[in-house]
């Protein structure tokens, strides 16, 4: 029978486009391939007529698209004799450092912003024993501490602004290529401490400049409103938004972002709080698709933007969804409380309530 050889993770699968050597020891849980989804009913819903995909980076093993580039960062740092990572973090960065250090073998420390995490992502840091450090100032805050203590202390940074992040995050890109056969028109992301965007383009421009696709698509880069530095054209000092994963108002990789935003032909810009939970539950309850806040941002952009024509009619345009909606149960269920009905443990109840519904 042609069994096809197990899967496992981008390391392996990328190896030949990586800085690894063929006996370096893989810290891998098995992370990438994920799928490419074709929306059927939400360009149709608002009236917009764009081919549109998500890559649902939701299915991670850690839930984000932080494990990309964390096999690569983690597997770094143990080759480089490393025993301990450290990283700030809106909550999924330190998940997925915290289970890839535990893979490993070795310690993470985790800066996070006190009360601004979703739940699911501070279960993760615990559950694979990092130490958490709760700071009393937001994410940017954490990122100066994290380089000032890396500065003097035994600990790697794995946060992107180590490059290994990036090398594993921009295999996206090229799976997105494999699967469309050619590069997509539009890409649309989430952008935060901007990372994520500069990766996919670097992956983007590899696979052009190796002559395996002989386009590259234009980047659009969407914000939160109170979190929206790229927008403004500054920093932001006090950032605020429902999307907790982007409440970053000094992105790391500023310059690497506006490379990719110039050299593709493409924009940033904002999304209001409600724009982005539209989204989250639009995807939710239309496709049945579940992500978190920060990832409905790239579609809530692209459908406004498809709308308004800045996306022409007919463009092939994938947006990335970073992160699982089960990471922040809390802002899901603050968004649909009515949707529970109580009844009493009997037929007739759950009959009547059942046939209510039906038509
Ligand atoms: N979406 C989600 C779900 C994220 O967790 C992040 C970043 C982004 C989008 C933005 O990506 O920073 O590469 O522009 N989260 C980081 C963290 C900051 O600490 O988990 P970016």
């Known amino acids: 029978m042609p069994f096809r050889p197990r899967y496992t993770g981008l390391i392996d699968k990328y190896r030949d486009r990586l800085p690894v050597r063929d006996d370096t020891r893989v810290i891998s849980l098995g992370e990438g391939n994920t799928p490419l989804i074709r929306l059927n009913h939400v360009p149709g819903d608002i009236g917009c007529a764009i081919d549109l995909y998500v890559k649902y980076e939701g299915l991670n093993p850690t839930g984000s698209f932080k494990d990309r580039g964390m096999t690569m960062a983690v597997t770094k740092a143990v080759e480089e004799g490393s025993r301990a990572v450290i990283c700030a973090s809106t909550g999924n960065t330190s998940a997925s450092a915290a289970a890839y250090a535990a893979r490993a073998g070795i310690r993470a420390f985790v800066l996070i912003p006190e009360g601004k995490i979703a739940l699911g992502k501070l279960a993760q840091a615990m559950m694979h024993g990092a130490v958490v450090l709760q700071i009393r100032g937001n994410f940017d805050a954490g990122m100066r501490l994290v380089k000032e203590v890396a500065a003097e202390a035994p600990v790697t940074i794995v946060n992107s602004i180590n490059p290994f992040r990036l090398q594993g995050q921009k295999t996206a890109a090229f799976e997105i290529i494999e699967e469309l056969e050619c590069a997509p028109d539009y890409h649309c992301l989430p952008v935060g401490n901007a990372g994520n965007i500069s990766a996919h383009w670097l992956g983007y421009r590899e696979y ?152």
């Open 208 to 359: 052009y400049e190796h002559g395996i696709v002989n386009s590259r698509p234009v980047m659009v880069g969407y914000q939160a409103s109170g979190a929206a530095p790229f927008l403004r054209g500054a920093m932001v000092d006090h950032p605020e938004t429902v999307a907790t994963a982007i409440r970053i108002g000094h992105p790391q990789s500023w310059d690497k972002a506006w490379t990719a935003q110039k050299e593709s032909g493409g924009w940033f810009d904002e999304c209001s709080d409600e724009e982005i939970l539209a989204a989250q539950r639009l995807l939710a309850g239309r496709e049945g698709i579940f992500c978190e806040p920060a990832s409905a941002t790239s579609v809530a952009g692209a459908l406004r933007d498809a709308r308004a024509g800045r996306i022409p009619a007919g463009s092939k345009v994938v947006c990335t969804l970073t992160g699982h909606g089960l990471k922040d149960p809390d802002i899901a269920i603050a968004q649909c409380g009515d949707r529970v009905t109580t009844v009493p443990a009997e037929l007739e109840a759950v009959r009547g309530a059942i046939l209510d519904r039906l038509e």
